[in-house]
């Protein structure tokens, strides 16, 4: 199994950034991607950006395309997410997911460990 846990969330204005991470524990030695998923109040959870084991394909919500960035530090089993340019819209709890796979998934069922979250607010 794996255990994820998220840090990097808080409060920020519109235009600023923030660092989402997901550290990885457990059975981190076998191959699996990652995937970043958020969920507002009263919305469905959404997928934000996906990373593959290798790191060497992504996947971008159109939302979020050109302001925000995933990336893995295989040494460190950690996943970040770098959000630029933030806006009032991407206000939600952002989770990080993992499913032991080489490559992504693009939906939530498919993904077997999942963090507690970690909440970001963007004000206006």
């Known amino acids: 199994q794996v255990q994820l846990v998220e840090s990097g969330g808080g409060l920020v204005q519109a235009g600023g950034s923030l660092r989402l991470s997901c550290a990885a524990s457990?059975?981190?030695?076998?191959?699996?991607?990652v995937g970043w998923f958020r969920q507002a109040p009263g919305k469905e959870r959404e997928v934000v950006a996906t990373i593959s084991w290798s790191g060497g394909s992504t996947y971008y919500a159109a939302s979020v395309k050109g302001r925000f960035t995933i990336s893995r530090d295989s040494a460190k089993n950690t996943v970040y997410l770098q959000m630029n340019s933030l806006k009032p819209e991407d206000t939600a709890v952002y989770y990080c997911?993992?499913?032991?796979?080489?490559?992504?998934?693009?939906?939530?069922?498919?993904?077997?460990?999942w963090g507690q979250g970690t909440q970001v607010t963007v004000s206006s």
């Open positions: 457990g059975r981190t030695s076998g191959s699996y991607a």
């Open positions: 997911a993992a499913t032991y796979t080489t490559y992504w998934y693009l939906n939530s069922d498919q993904y077997d460990y």
